[in-house]
């Protein structure tokens, strides 16, 4: 199982970004996945989830309306969209698979709003 988070950088606020999970090792087209995201200090939180099919979709209030979670299960990727950032979306990103109750975490990748 391998989840590889890409897409991470350093952004002004207002901008936008978009990070991707590759899934390999598991069937994806399977599974829900999520998005969370860990700030310095902070505990991990959830972000966004998307059923197998994508027919299901749920945000933190704290993203809604900002941020978009999408998937293409012909190439094993789960996406999130990432639109008027601000200085407190800083954080790791992180995307988690579950299916089949097993559960798997990719390794990360930053996000850091500022000027």
């Known amino acids: 199982v391998r989840l590889v988070e890409s897409g991470g950088g350093l952004v002004q606020p207002g901008g936008s970004l978009r990070v991707a999970c590759a899934a390999s090792?598991?069937?994806?087209?399977?599974?829900?996945m999520s998005w969370y995201r860990q700030a310095p200090g902070k505990e991990r939180a959830l972000v966004a989830t998307?059923?197998?099919?994508?027919?299901?979709?749920n945000y933190a209030d704290s993203v809604k309306g900002r941020f978009t979670i999408s998937r293409d299960n012909a190439k094993n990727t789960v996406y999130l969209q990432m639109n008027s950032l601000q200085p407190e979306d800083t954080a790791v990103y992180f995307c988690?698979?579950?299916?089949?109750?097993?559960?798997?975490w990719g390794q990360g990748t930053q996000v850091t709003v500022s000027s």
């Open positions: 988690k698979a579950r299916w089949s109750n097993r559960v798997s």
């Open positions: 998307i059923t197998s099919d994508g027919g299901s979709i």
């Open positions: 090792g598991f069937p994806f087209s399977s599974s829900v």
